[in-house]
């Protein structure tokens, strides 16, 4: 596992594609936008196909 520490409105770049930017931080809290193509499937880790939750749930996501 790659671990970051990233400042708020700064981006991590995953291949050619895919760009990861904080959008904002509050309270121990991060928000994440990430670009990506329309084909690349994006899902928290608790809505993960035929996985098993391990973690509280999150608020829904919205995808573009």
Known sequence: ???????????????????????????GKIRLGIEAPRDVAIYRQELLPGKPEEEAPAAPTTRR
């Open 1 to 27: 596992m790659l671990v970051l520490s990233r400042k708020l409105g700064e981006k991590i770049f995953i291949g050619d594609q895919i760009c990861i930017t904080v959008v904002d931080i509050d309270r």
